[in-house]
């Protein structure tokens, strides 16, 4: 008699801890990625990434990839979570027809995802959908990337991610396009893939 007690026993403690695996294990993993691949303002990310004709997976890797989604002052003066410039800024909301834009305006999500996406879709327009080329400018500037792909097309060469001589810039961009990936992957919903 018992043995059956003990069994019964093992059984039940047994149960517990799968259903205790089922149950923690998918909180953790999320806990694990929202600690790994943050995403915040997601319904903004959507709208601008709709708007602009952007992936919103592309502009929340961006984010990531100048913020983590924690916006912030740089050392050179780009603000807020996409590290905008404010000489850029002002030159994007000329170009976009903005009436009221102060700089003070990039510590707000809304106006800093809008303007940072606007740049994007501009800097994509400008190189012929080249996300490469797009990334590499958002991060290293047009002078830079103008410069090396005319270097480049002298000798008849396509622009490549190894064709970035400046490794900042270059690590910038394998980041992004890993990242925009991920958040597809893991950010579906949120993104609005689902």
């Given at each position: ?18 259903v ?13 990625q ?112 103008d ?38 992957a ?9």
């Amino acid at each position: 008699m018992k043995l059956v007690p003990r069994r019964l026993l093992a059984l039940i403690a047994l149960a517990g801890i799968v259903v205790a695996v089922l149950v923690v294990v998918p909180l953790a993993r999320r806990a694990i990625q929202h600690f790994t691949l943050p995403l915040a303002y997601a319904s903004i990310i959507r709208e601008q990434a709709h708007d602009k004709r952007l992936d919103p997976a592309l502009v929340a890797a961006v984010i990531y990839s100048e913020t983590r989604f924690r916006p912030r002052t740089s050392p050179t003066g780009a603000l807020g979570l996409m590290q905008i410039e404010p000489a850029t800024a002002t030159f994007l909301a000329h170009r976009s027809g903005a009436t009221s834009f102060t700089v003070a305006d990039l510590g707000t999500p809304q106006v800093n995802i809008a303007y940072g996406s606007y740049y994007i879709r501009y800097l994509l327009n400008l190189y012929d959908g080249n996300v490469v080329m797009a990334l590499a400018a958002y991060n290293g500037g047009e002078t830079n990337v103008d410069h090396w792909v005319q270097r480049l097309k002298q000798s008849h060469q396509l622009f490549r991610i190894s064709d970035i001589p400046i490794a900042q810039t270059r690590l910038y961009v394998q980041e992004v396009l890993s990242k925009q990936q991920a958040y597809r992957a893991h950010w579906a919903r949120a993104l609005g893939y689902t």
